[in-house]
């Protein structure tokens, strides 16, 4: 068994505990997953099954989220999980007001991690150390933010805003909560999120564990094949000559590649004449050409 599934986690469950579940519903150990979830977050959580764990480091790294803000309460982990730090309730609090202050969390900007994260300082995971009361200086980290978008607004004694979130990885929804907090001047944590995109796979395609169960047990479960899970890397096509040297590890050089513009560093997706996927690869510029560098065979050729 060989594919991508693409998982709606649902509340309370780590992402490892996701994997272990699976491994119990298809029979399997080798699976893993890609872009972790909180235990208090759900939605969309890709998993990899058999030989396509390999690729799971070559899935682009857009995400998308629905999240709740709720304002006038911090808490020391940035979500409604943590420890209550503040609560002051804002009735006060507008819409335009909240509006007028989210462009500052859209770009490329710079924002402090929660305490309660799986970054490591020191070889320690912050929430390890945050458990066992130590003041750490969480380090700063320079994430992209494509987008916001207001979804709908409650007043109230503890006002909420729904969003909607489109990000590059390792972009942190509890940082823009509680920074959004900050402000408009009321402080907030996150109330709800739910992951809506993650690495190509969107949520109106996931499956539930029920479902994955019921579809395992009837022999009819289908998992995404690479090219679905890959379609935003581009294609390089060799002959199957070529193709043959490749997947025994060789540097290829050709003359010429069918891209409009090649970057060394970037990865392809391989193609052989009959257009099977067989790995991937990276590239050089040379004097005759290019060199083809294999990085990972998914397949031998023929």
Request: net charge negative; charged share 20%.
């Amino acid at each position: 068994m060989d594919g991508f599934l693409n998982l709606n986690k649902p509340l309370g469950f780590t992402s490892h505990d996701c994997v272990a579940k699976l491994r119990r519903i298809l029979g399997t150990k080798k699976i893993g997953h890609a872009g972790t979830l909180d235990p208090a977050a759900s939605g969309v959580l890709p998993i990899a099954v058999g030989r396509v764990t390999r690729l799971l480091q070559y899935l682009p790294s857009q995400k998308a989220y629905q999240a709740t803000v709720r304002f006038g309460i911090t808490t020391d982990s940035d979500d409604l999980e943590g420890q209550v730090l503040t609560e002051l309730a804002a009735p006060q609090l507008v819409q335009d007001a909240v509006v007028q202050a989210l462009p500052q969390f859209q770009g490329h900007i710079q924002q402090v991690p929660p305490a309660f994260s799986a970054i490591q300082v020191d070889g320690q995971r912050l929430y390890a150390l945050a458990r066992a009361g130590k003041v750490v200086d969480v380090p700063m980290r320079e994430v992209d933010v494509y987008s916001i978008e207001v979804l709908a607004w409650r007043s109230g004694e503890f006002p909420e805003i729904d969003l909607a979130i489109s990000c590059g990885a390792g972009t942190y929804i509890r940082s823009i909560a509680r920074d959004l907090g900050e402000a408009v001047g009321t402080g907030a944590t996150l109330a709800a999120l739910c992951r809506t995109f993650s690495s190509g796979f969107g949520f109106d395609q996931s499956l539930t564990f029920e479902q994955v169960t019921e579809s395992a047990s009837d022999g009819t479960l289908q998992l995404a094949s690479p090219i679905v899970a890959l379609t935003g890397l581009d294609k390089i096509e060799l002959s199957d000559e070529l193709a043959r040297r490749w997947c025994f590890g060789q540097k290829i050089e050709v003359e010429s590649l069918s891209l409009a513009s090649p970057q060394p560093e970037v990865a392809y997706r391989v193609h052989n004449a009959a257009q099977d996927f067989l790995g991937i690869t990276k590239v050089e510029p040379i004097a005759s050409g290019w060199r083809c560098l294999p990085q990972m065979v998914y397949q031998h050729n023929g």
